[in-house]
């Protein structure tokens, strides 16, 4: 009886090292998935009270980025501090690494810039265009994404 104790008390310690060494295995592989998603943070700076700014950020979060909020009341601070030219202006700023991504930006045109990585300030498709990420309606024709260089100046980076 007692041998038939301790083998049960060994199956059942086998068990828990097995369960704990899959827990462990997948806690590991669920970080390098992470890892290897290429899983980035975004900050957008927002207003407290901007309905389709709130969409657009479920938006990215969907898209696999690390989504971190922060609401200012004051966006033209903001794109002082980018350097994000009038022109170009939207409701909402981004931050990925070292670019600014302006607006209701495509995924499409994060990820070019994320893998292109151009010597430019960043990206920005002025205005709120109707069927964008994060506004209602349909979209009507493409939508143009532009690179902001360094300087200020303005070139077409992609249509949508």
């Known amino acids: 009886m007692k041998s038939k104790n301790k083998l049960c008390w060994a199956f059942l310690i086998l068990g828990v090292v097995i369960v704990a060494g899959c827990a462990?295995?997948?806690?590991?592989?669920?970080?390098?998935?992470n890892q290897a998603s290429g899983k980035v943070t975004a900050t957008i700076f927002k207003s407290s009270g901007c309905g389709c700014c709130s969409?657009?950020?479920?938006?990215?979060?969907?898209?696999?980025?690390?989504?971190k909020v922060v609401e200012t009341e004051d966006s033209s601070s903001i794109s002082d501090k980018y350097g994000i030219p009038s022109s170009m202006?939207?409701?909402?700023?981004?931050?990925?690494g070292d670019y600014f991504v302006e607006g209701h930006v495509p995924v499409e045109a994060i990820n070019k810039l994320l893998a292109e990585?151009?010597?430019?300030?960043?990206?920005?498709?002025?205005?709120?265009p109707s069927g964008s990420p994060g506004m209602p309606g349909s979209k009507r024709g493409?939508?143009?994404?532009?690179?902001?260089?360094?300087?200020?100046?303005?070139?077409?980076?992609?249509r949508i």
């Open 117 to 128: 990585k151009p010597d430019i300030a960043g990206i920005a498709m002025p205005g709120m």
């Open 24 to 33: 462990s295995q997948k806690t590991d592989s669920a970080s390098n998935d």
């Open 55 to 67: 969409v657009y950020t479920q938006y990215m979060g969907k898209k696999g980025f690390d989504v």
């Open 142 to 158: 493409p939508f143009v994404v532009y690179a902001v260089h360094k300087d200020g100046s303005t070139t077409e980076f992609m």
């Open 89 to 96: 202006e939207s409701c909402h700023t981004t931050v990925i």
